[in-house]
């Protein structure tokens, strides 16, 4: 099955900065990369996603990189503001076993952006 | 207003007492699935289902049972819970499995505490 690495666990930003959050991921096949971010108390909700035949994606202060020969996709927020505060997961595809039918997420990230 | 209902949506119960959390979505989606998540382990899926009666396992099905009897309907049955299984469950639709590019809709969580 896939396997998700997501780094850092914690990264704490003072705000107007930039953050990247950074994950890696082992199946060559998965073509589908979505990242969520997760309020606190609050339920995870899409905010950017990324599909294997194209390298960047933007969506004004986020955008997301993805270099398929190395297996990795990064999220990156500019202009950190307070309300980027949150826990932000990255995912991919199940392998092949199961048709691709699930996500594997990553363990999170929790992102402090210091006023 | 589309949404995920999940109930309750806070529960403490003791070892060996069956337990039932139901989730209901009303967007039509086919794909459903249940999610724990855990401080450090992300999000970890425990069952899916990709349609009415269709249902397989996710990455952590052990100690659990679902039943997927009608479309918008996917409850996740405890039979004899244990403490392992203090978590917060988050119940998720979509339209598609996530892993063809389909938003996950999710619930807003259910947490449990296994005494």
């Known amino acids: 099955g896939e396997n998700v690495e997501q780094h850092p666990s914690t990264l704490s930003v003072q705000e107007g900065d930039s953050a990247v959050i950074k994950c890696t991921y082992s199946d060559s096949a998965s073509n589908y990369f979505p990242w969520y971010k997760q309020e606190l108390g609050k339920r995870p909700q899409l905010i950017i996603d990324i599909r294997s035949n194209v390298g960047e994606k933007k969506d004004q202060r986020i955008a997301v990189t993805l270099n398929k020969t190395a297996k990795h996709f990064s999220l990156h927020i500019t202009e950190t503001q307070p309300e980027d505060s949150a826990v932000y997961f990255c995912?991919?595809?199940?392998?092949?076993?199961?048709?691709?039918?699930?996500?594997?997420f990553g363990s999170g990230t929790r992102l402090q952006v210091q006023p | 207003e589309a949404q995920v209902t999940q109930n309750p949506r806070y529960l403490i119960t003791v070892t060996g007492k069956k337990l039932t959390v139901t989730c209901s979505q009303n967007m039509n989606h086919e794909y459903m699935s249940w999610y724990r998540q855990d401080p450090g382990l992300g999000l970890r899926q425990i069952y899916y289902?990709?349609?009415?009666?269709?249902?397989d396992k996710g990455d952590v099905p052990e100690g659990y049972k679902v039943s997927r009897k009608e479309k918008r309907n996917f409850p996740l049955i405890l039979e004899s819970p244990s403490p392992n299984q203090t978590s917060l469950y988050f119940c998720?639709?979509?339209?598609?499995?996530?892993?063809?590019?389909?938003?996950?809709?999710f619930g807003e969580g259910s947490r449990l505490t296994v005494l």
């Open positions: 995912a991919a595809p199940r392998g092949m076993d199961t048709g691709r039918r699930a996500l594997t």
């Open positions: 998720a639709s979509s339209f598609v499995p996530p892993s063809r590019v389909g938003e996950l809709f």
């Open positions: 289902s990709m349609n009415v009666e269709v249902t």
